[in-house]
């Protein structure tokens, strides 16, 4: 692993804040709302794997659009609900027009469900290697043309994207892309160079991408949203290729704010995250440090890292959904009331924490939490599990931060 340097990250967002972190879970309850709108003047920067992927190009963009899958609609009433400011989608179907994602911005624009609007009128996003052909027979089956040859596993093109949608202006320009990363060009990699063979240099890091994307907050302060989604460490055989990728996956962020030069972006440019920048690590990292069957090392060491601070966004229901479904759950070591992902308790992983959003350290945390409601909350409706979940198997996951000239710029 590259040494870590000395780093002070945003000193103008940092040195307007003025909250301690809070309980997110036990202040909303207090408080008799939830969830609970963010403090005054605060950025609420979220992650959520929406699970608007589906089978063939296009399905995704029509099942938003058309308005009349419950899905996305659960979906979209989350999102009104908690509000996010700077808003990252995991698993929405990427098209190179990008239909699916203006469709989603046109939904949460319209009140809905006796909630007003909400307006992002900056979108972002870019290919990812999910359903990418790769030409390589990397699954062994004799053809090289099926979900499991692409650079990351996925039916077609785009499948399993990603998108950005902000109230504030996104940097397109300055935004950075590692899609096309070499995983063989990582130091000490975990590349299982045998189980590969002559395809092993051909194959990329990212299972998806990872971005790096400025977005410019009220009073001239730029926040660098670091972005990703990790395969899922399963659904391998005994080279545990998928744990060893989610792994380096992780482990990239660590070497990019440590400034590693082995690290090029799409466009050839070489180098880490600048030193001084604000950033936050947002995305489905699809790997929790306690339980499951991902190689722990390398979200354990980002959760660890110095540059890096973890508000450890909780929710009333994620502990009761544990103690009520059992099965796997009941021998997890991690606190149930962290959980982000709501998975099969028998024969399965139980729930977990998977998604995360990690500012930089010196940065000061207002608030924080999960969307999962408790069971006694009508709104538990929208996180509803089972084989055709409501909205998500995942939940959204928020951090409110402050920043100098926030409150100019009210919330709607």
Same mark, same amino acid.
């Given at each position: 692993?590259?040494?870590?340097?000395?780093?002070? !990250?945003?000193? +103008?967002?940092?040195?307007?804040?003025?909250?301690?972190?809070?309980?997110?879970?036990?202040?909303?309850?207090?408080?008799?709302?939830?969830?609970?709108?963010?403090? !005054?003047?605060?950025?609420?920067?979220?992650?959520?794997?929406?699970?608007?992927?589906?089978?063939?190009?296009?399905?995704?963009?029509?099942?938003?659009?058309?308005?009349?899958? #419950?899905?996305?609609?659960?979906?979209?009433?989350?999102?009104?609900?908690?509000?996010?400011?700077?808003?990252?989608?995991?698993?929405?179907?990427?098209? %190179?027009?990008?239909? !699916?994602?203006?469709?989603?911005?046109?939904?949460?624009?319209?009140?809905?469900?006796?909630? =007003?609007?909400?307006?992002? %009128?900056?979108?972002?996003?870019?290919?990812?290697?999910?359903?990418?052909?790769?030409?390589?027979?990397?699954?062994?089956?004799?053809?090289?043309?099926? /979900?499991?040859?692409?650079?990351?596993?996925?039916?077609? /093109?785009?499948?399993?994207?990603? &998108?950005?949608?902000?109230?504030? =202006?996104?940097?397109?320009?300055?935004?950075?892309?590692?899609?096309?990363?070499?995983?063989?060009?990582?130091?000490?990699?975990?590349?299982?160079?045998?189980?590969?063979?002559?395809?092993?240099?051909?194959?990329?890091?990212?299972?998806?991408?990872?971005?790096?994307?400025?977005?410019? @907050?009220?009073?001239?302060?730029?926040?660098?949203?670091?972005?990703?989604?990790?395969? /899922? =460490?399963?659904?391998?055989?005994?080279?545990?290729?998928?744990?060893?990728?989610?792994?380096?996956?992780?482990?990239?962020?660590?070497?990019?704010?440590?400034?590693?030069?082995?690290?090029?972006?799409?466009?050839?440019?070489?180098?880490? @995250? /600048?030193?001084?920048?604000?950033?936050?690590?947002?995305?489905?990292?699809?790997?929790?440090?306690?339980?499951?069957?991902?190689?722990?090392?390398?979200?354990?060491?980002?959760?660890?890292?110095?540059?890096?601070?973890? %508000?450890? #966004?909780?929710?009333?229901?994620?502990?009761? &959904? +544990?103690?009520?479904?059992? *099965?796997?759950?009941?021998?997890?070591?991690?606190?149930?009331?962290?959980?982000?992902?709501?998975?099969?308790?028998?024969?399965? =992983?139980?729930?977990?924490?998977?998604?995360?959003?990690?500012?930089?350290?010196?940065?000061?945390?207002? *608030?924080?939490?999960?969307?999962? %409601? &408790? #069971?006694?909350?009508?709104?538990?409706?929208?996180?509803?599990?089972?084989?055709?979940?409501?909205?998500?198997?995942?939940?959204?996951?928020?951090?409110?931060?402050? +920043?100098?000239?926030?409150?100019?710029?009210?919330?709607?």
């Amino acid at each position: 692993m590259i040494g870590r340097r000395a780093f002070v !990250a945003g000193a +103008a967002l940092a040195a307007a804040c003025r909250l301690a972190a809070l309980p997110a879970a036990a202040a909303a309850e207090q408080a008799g709302a939830w969830p609970p709108p963010p403090a !005054a003047g605060a950025i609420r920067v979220a992650t959520f794997n929406a699970s608007l992927s589906r089978r063939g190009p296009g399905l995704a963009w029509k099942a938003i659009a058309q308005g009349r899958d #419950p899905q996305p609609r659960a979906v979209a009433e989350i999102i009104r609900r908690v509000r996010p400011d700077i808003l990252l989608i995991n698993e929405l179907d990427h098209d %190179p027009e990008g239909l !699916a994602l203006r469709a989603l911005a046109d939904v949460l624009r319209r009140p809905a469900d006796g909630l =007003p609007g909400v307006d992002y %009128p900056h979108l972002f996003s870019a290919p990812v290697n999910a359903g990418e052909p790769s030409g390589l027979d990397l699954d062994g089956d004799g053809v090289a043309t099926g /979900p499991g040859d692409a650079f990351g596993w996925g039916a077609f /093109p785009g499948q399993y994207g990603m &998108a950005l949608l902000s109230r504030f =202006p996104i940097d397109a320009a300055r935004a950075r892309s590692f899609r096309l990363l070499k995983w063989a060009q990582m130091p000490d990699s975990l590349l299982p160079v045998a189980h590969y063979g002559p395809a092993a240099p051909a194959l990329r890091l990212s299972s998806k991408s990872h971005w790096d994307v400025p977005a410019m @907050l009220p009073g001239g302060v730029e926040l660098r949203i670091l972005a990703s989604h990790s395969t /899922p =460490p399963v659904f391998d055989g005994p080279e545990d290729r998928n744990g060893r990728r989610n792994h380096d996956e992780i482990r990239f962020w660590l070497d990019y704010l440590a400034g590693a030069d082995w690290i090029v972006d799409d466009a050839g440019v070489a180098g880490g @995250l /600048p030193a001084g920048a604000a950033f936050v690590i947002m995305g489905d990292l699809n790997a929790d440090p306690q339980d499951g069957e991902a190689r722990r090392e390398a979200i354990r060491a980002l959760l660890a890292s110095p540059l890096v601070q973890d %508000p450890r #966004p909780a929710s009333p229901g994620a502990a009761a &959904a +544990a103690a009520a479904q059992g *099965g796997e759950n009941a021998r997890h070591r991690g606190d149930p009331a962290l959980d982000t992902a709501d998975w099969r308790d028998k024969g399965g =992983p139980g729930n977990l924490r998977v998604d995360y959003v990690l500012p930089a350290a010196g940065l000061r945390v207002a *608030g924080a939490g999960v969307f999962w %409601p &408790a #069971p006694h909350d009508p709104l538990a409706r929208l996180v509803k599990g089972g084989r055709r979940p409501a909205s998500s198997d995942h939940r959204l996951v928020w951090v409110d931060l402050l +920043a100098p000239g926030a409150g100019a710029s009210p919330r709607p």
